[in-house]
């Protein structure tokens, strides 16, 4: 094949893209995306919460419902959550939230290169984990999760994002792409790969980090 993908596994389209969600004995397949609003700034608490479902397996319920909890440590994650709400995420404001919830652990990794980029990401999704994406341009400062990695003749080409701020994927496992081939050249800083969503809406940005969320031993 002259296009290789591979996701993360454990995922099904049933034209919308589910996760396994556990309550108790009982295991159901559950909406995977977790829209944000227009108004806010909570791509980060958005791509965290839906990492955490993906390690934890964690009910949808529990995902929507985080800002009404009242114990536990879903009262805890949104202790830290909600001062991010409308001001955005440092990597450092998600390690702190991911502290509360019990089955995960989080490491960051600083990015040099689209090389390191695309060989984290698919270490991550190969050993269970769910990368997220710290995005930074000129127009952009934003989270996604990254679902899946693309290869083109066994060159790395993308990364297959899943995009808070972006409509729910259909019959698809990703709803935004970070093109790791040509790149653009800013007048100042380094050079920037082209980010595009499944409206069509295409900034130019750079990973500086990556936060991998993983199950805790």
């Known amino acids: 094949m002259t296009i290789n993908q591979v996701y993360f596994p454990n995922l ?24 944000q609003s227009p108004l806010d700034r909570a791509c980060g608490i ?34 830290s959550a909600r001062g991010q709400y409308f001001d955005g995420s440092s990597p450092r404001d998600l390690e702190r939230c991911a502290e509360h919830v019990v089955g995960v652990t989080t490491k960051r990794l600083r990015i040099d290169s689209t090389v390191m980029l695309h060989a984290a990401c698919l270490s991550a999704i190969e050993h269970g984990a769910v990368p997220l994406l710290d995005l930074h341009g000129p127009n952009i400062a934003h989270w996604a999760v990254a679902l899946g990695v693309e290869s083109s003749f066994g060159v790395p080409s993308a990364i297959l994002c899943l995009d808070p701020s972006a409509t729910a994927p259909r019959n698809s496992f990703a709803n935004a792409r970070l093109d790791l081939g040509a790149m653009h050249q800013p007048a100042r800083g380094k050079p920037l790969n082209s980010y595009r969503d499944i409206e069509g809406r295409t900034k130019h940005a750079r990973v500086r980090s990556v936060l991998i969320v993983e199950p805790a031993e």
């Open 12 to 35: 099904r389209l049933e034209g919308e893209l589910q996760y396994r969600a556990a309550a108790g004995n009982r295991v159901r397949w559950s909406p995977l995306h977790l829209p």
């Open 46 to 79: 958005h791509s965290l919460l839906i990492a955490i479902a993906l390690i934890t397996r964690a009910p949808r319920i529990s995902l929507e419902n985080v800002a009404e909890a009242t114990r536990g440590q879903w009262r805890a994650f949104w202790g």
